[in-house]
């Protein structure tokens, strides 16, 4: 093929791979999912997330993960808590498109599990920090306004809890709690 219709082509599937995700957040957002949880490795699933996105990250945005190897296993759905923190992590992603710091960690405190995801991206004002949960606000153009609702409520739905603290031009940090197995 020509260059020119080679690029139209890639620009094409491009458009359609975004269509297809937007669809997709729509869909998961729309639908009432109920939570089956169970018995899930904490530091299986957090490598299970990230480590997918390490090949396109390297030279570009480093990665700091920080998991000790005593983390207790989570009961909670593991479909639902891998969307959320795939979510978070391509929103971190998105507020970093030059170069930054992609944080990982996770720690046991008072009976659970807190994961924070954190990067050095654009950051956030007090405002966007205050609607950062609303359905379909967004401060990315080509955002829907759903990657964090998503998280929420599939966070919540697994017994959890979920927080953003940002500052502008500093980055932001999304913390979660999940309940360890057997705590119930």
Known sequence: LSPVL?????????QVKLLR??????????????????????AALLHEV????????????????SLPPSLPPIFVDRSLISRSLTNIVENALHAMPGAGTLGLSAQV?????????????AGMDDEAIARAFEPYFSTKASGTGLGLPIAKRNVELSGGTIAVQSARDQGTTVEITLPVAGSR
Do not use: H, M
């Not at 080679?6 to 491009?14: E, G, H, P, R």
């Open 21 to 42: 995700r937007i669809a997709s957040e729509f869909s998961s957002f729309a639908s009432s999912p109920s939570a089956k949880p169970a018995e899930v490795d904490t």
């Open 109 to 121: 405190v008072d009976g659970v599990v807190r994961i924070r995801i954190s990067d050095t991206g």
């Open 50 to 65: 990230i480590d997918p996105y390490r090949a396109g990250l390297d030279g570009r945005v480093g990665l700091e993960i």
């Open 6 to 14: 080679q690029d139209c082509v890639s620009t094409i599937l491009a």
